[in-house]
C-alpha cells in the first residue's frame, strides 16, 4: 500500500514537473517569436497608450488613445478627443482707442455668436501597412473607427458701449442682432470665462479614418505623426456665425503629434 502510494506521489510529481517545464518552454518560444518579429520589424506589444494634439482645417483637438494588441497586424483602439471648430470666416481682431495709445476691451471676432466645442468617443482598430526595417526606422498604419459625439455651443459675449458710456456684456439673441451688426457700438468680446452653463448641448456620431507613421524608439515609446479625416453629425443646428447658416454636419482633415509607450 504504501508502495503504491509512494508510486503514485511521484507520478504526479513527474506530471507537475513536466508542467512547469511546458510553460516554461512556451514562455520561452512566445519571447523567442517576439524578438524574431521585432528583428523583422512588426510592433509587438501588450498594449499602447497614446497622447496627442491636432491641427484641423477647421480648428483644434487633444486626444488620448489606448490600443490592446490583438495580431501582429491588428489592434484594437478606443479614444476620447476634445476639441473646438471654427468657422474659416473668423477674424479676430484688437479694437485701439481713437488716440492709439491702448486697446479697447478684449480682441472681438465680428459675427460671431457662439463657441463650438465637442468631445467624442470612438472605437477601432490600427492596422499595419509596413513595419520598420530596423529599430530606427518607421511604421506606417491605417487606423478607422466611430463612435458618438457631444457638441457645445457656448454663447460668444460681446461688449457694447452706449451713448452715455455703459458697458454692457451681453449674448445674441432676436432683441440684441442689430447690436451685434453694428462694429460702432461693440468695444470687445465678453471674454472666455462667460457663457459657460448657458449653453446647448446636441449629440451626434463620428467617423474617423488616418495614417500613423510612427518613428518612434521600437517597441518601447510611441512618437508618431497622423494624418487623417474626421466626419462629425449633430442632432441639432450648430450655429457658429451670424451670417452663416447652421450646420448638422462638419468634414475636417487633420495632422496630428502623438507620443506614448508600449508595454
Known amino acids: 500500500m504504501v508502495i503504491l502510494l509512494c508510486?503514485?506521489?511521484?507520478v504526479v510529481n513527474a506530471q507537475a514537473q513536466k508542467t512547469k517545464q511546458q510553460l516554461k518552454q512556451e514562455r520561452r518560444d512566445r519571447i523567442n517569436k517576439q524578438?524574431?518579429?521585432?528583428?523583422?520589424g512588426a510592433?509587438?506589444?501588450?498594449?499602447?497608450?497614446?497622447?496627442?494634439?491636432?491641427?484641423?482645417?477647421?480648428?483644434?483637438?487633444?486626444?488620448y488613445e489606448h490600443g490592446?494588441?490583438?495580431?501582429?497586424?491588428?489592434?484594437?483602439?478606443?479614444?476620447?478627443?476634445a476639441g473646438e471648430?471654427?468657422?474659416?470666416?473668423?477674424?479676430?481682431?484688437?479694437?485701439?482707442d481713437p488716440s492709439g495709445l491702448y486697446q479697447l476691451g478684449n480682441p472681438v471676432i465680428y459675427g460671431k455668436i457662439n463657441n463650438f466645442y465637442n468631445l467624442k468617443i470612438g472605437f477601432g482598430q490600427q492596422l499595419l501597412i509596413g513595419g520598420k526595417g530596423n529599430k530606427n526606422g518607421v511604421a506606417v498604419t491605417a487606423i478607422y473607427g466611430g463612435g458618438i459625439a457631444i457638441g457645445y455651443l457656448k454663447p460668444y459675449y460681446i461688449a457694447v458701449?452706449?451713448?452715455?458710456?455703459?458697458?454692457?456684456?451681453i449674448r445674441y439673441s432676436a432683441s440684441t442682432d442689430s447690436l451685434y451688426k453694428d462694429p460702432s457700438v461693440i468695444i470687445g468680446s465678453g471674454g472666455f470665462t462667460r457663457g459657460w452653463g448657458q449653453g446647448t448641448v446636441a449629440p451626434g456620431l463620428h467617423a474617423r479614418v488616418a495614417l500613423r507613421f510612427d518613428y518612434g524608439k521600437y517597441n518601447q515609446t510611441l512618437s508618431a505623426l497622423e494624418t487623417g479625416i474626421n466626419a462629425e453629425y449633430y442632432t441639432k443646428d450648430m450655429?457658429?456665425?451670424?451670417?452663416?447658416?447652421?450646420?448638422?454636419?462638419?468634414?475636417n482633415a487633420y495632422i496630428a503629434i502623438a507620443f506614448g509607450n508600449r508595454k
Not at 508510486?7 to 511521484?10: D, F, L, M, P, S
Not at 510592433?43 to 486626444?63: E, I, M, P, R
Open 43 to 63: 510592433l509587438v506589444y501588450s498594449k499602447q497608450n497614446a497622447y496627442g494634439v491636432k491641427l484641423n482645417t477647421d480648428g483644434w483637438g487633444v486626444f
Open 35 to 40: 524578438l524574431k518579429e521585432e528583428e523583422e
Open 239 to 251: 450655429r457658429i456665425m451670424l451670417d452663416i447658416p447652421a450646420q448638422h454636419f462638419f468634414f
Open 161 to 169: 458701449q452706449d451713448a452715455n458710456g455703459n458697458i454692457t456684456n
Open 68 to 81: 490592446k494588441y490583438k495580431t501582429i497586424l491588428k489592434t484594437n483602439l478606443w479614444w476620447i478627443d
Open 7 to 10: 508510486a503514485g506521489v511521484a
Open 85 to 96: 471648430h471654427k468657422n474659416h470666416k473668423e477674424e479676430k481682431e484688437a479694437l485701439i
